[in-house]
């Protein structure tokens, strides 16, 4: 019974760190960003992102921090980071009613967007000798979506690979080959996309 109780008490503590860990996915109130305005505007400061769809930006540190939406702005650039990350206001094919805030990935004629999410959790392993310790896991999940300037919505990529490819870009003979070769795959999504507004656009 003592056992149980401090395995539990573990178990507890190991879902409480990946619950801390996640919520690390939304960036500081201290990264410098700049905040987009539908209007082309920007101004720069310091923002985050609250509850995966809501900017928190203030001017300076000192500052209070104002709450955006889709509604005004269409998006913010965090910097200090290896790269500037971009995030954009887009209405998704699944979710039509209000904007969702995604993370823009590729530019170009088609754009590409993700989600990206940490899933976790915790269970009893056996030890081998009659007990059992605690153990965690988790991984990461990519939700993938692309959209043209003409496009009004923005579209989920999901299921069989290759026929989604096909579906969305229609043939391209350099993207086909690499999917053949297995260059290209969910895992670099990226570069295909890359790939077809660098090649592929003037086959359309």
Known sequence: MKRLLIN???LKKLILILVVFSTMLNYAQNQEATLHF???????GYASILGGNRIEFRLSLEDEP?????DIVTGVTFHGFEFERNFEYVFTKNF???????EVLEFGE???FVVRSVI?????????????????????????YV?????????????NFKKTIRTYFGECP????????????WATLPDLVRYYNDYCTDLD
């Open 174 to 185: 350099g993207i086909n080959k690499r999917i053949k070769s297995h260059e290209f795959r």
């Open 8 to 10: 539990t008490m573990i």
């Open 120 to 144: 976790g959790g915790s269970n009893f392993v056996d030890n081998g000798i009659g007990g059992k310790f605690p153990s965690n896991y988790q991984y990461s999940k990519n939700k993938y």
């Open 147 to 159: 959209k043209r300037d003409s496009e009004d919505y923005a579209i989920r990529l999901k299921g």
């Open 96 to 102: 039509r009613r209000y904007p969702s805030l995604l």
């Open 66 to 70: 104002d709450i955006w939406t889709g």
């Open 38 to 44: 539908k209007e082309g505007e920007s101004i720069k």
């Open 110 to 112: 088609v754009k590409l």
